[in-house]
């Protein structure tokens, strides 16, 4: 069973950078595509990026193409995500999720969604 904790959010000034993790404890990551999504207040959820299950190509959305980057260490079982550049749009409680389904940026073909981080960037 997949079971995902993410973690690295935090305060950050405008300009600066994070990096959050994702950890599945079930330790079957590798069978899957893993996702990364936010959620921001009173909006809805936003793909962010994926990565795929051998860590080999990415995907991102357009408002963070350039400035996020998402890898994988298989023997760490963890995903990662991170962000430069940060704006203050960018504050949101952070998810990541699962897939089988790469090419996919809905969250209904995601699955075992962690608990979130959130991130919250200062101006």
């Known amino acids: 069973q997949v079971q995902l904790v993410e973690s690295g959010g935090g305060l950050v000034q405008a300009g600066g950078s994070l990096r959050l993790s994702c950890v599945d404890s079930?330790?079957?990551?590798?069978?899957?595509?893993v996702g990364w999504f936010r959620q921001a207040p009173g909006k809805e959820r936003e793909f962010v990026g994926i990565?795929?299950?051998?860590?080999?190509?990415?995907r991102y959305a357009d408002s963070v193409k350039g400035r996020f980057t998402i890898s994988r260490i298989k023997d760490e079982n963890t995903v990662y995500l991170q962000m430069h550049r940060l704006k203050p749009e960018d504050t949101a409680v952070y998810y990541c999720?699962?897939?089988?389904?790469?090419?996919?940026?809905?969250?209904?073909?995601?699955?075992?969604w962690g608990q979130g981080t959130q991130v919250t960037v200062s101006s």
């Open positions: 990565i795929n299950l051998n860590g080999g190509s990415t």
């Open positions: 079930g330790r079957i990551f590798g069978n899957y595509a």
């Open positions: 999720a699962v897939t089988h389904i790469f090419g996919s940026s809905a969250g209904a073909d995601f699955a075992s």
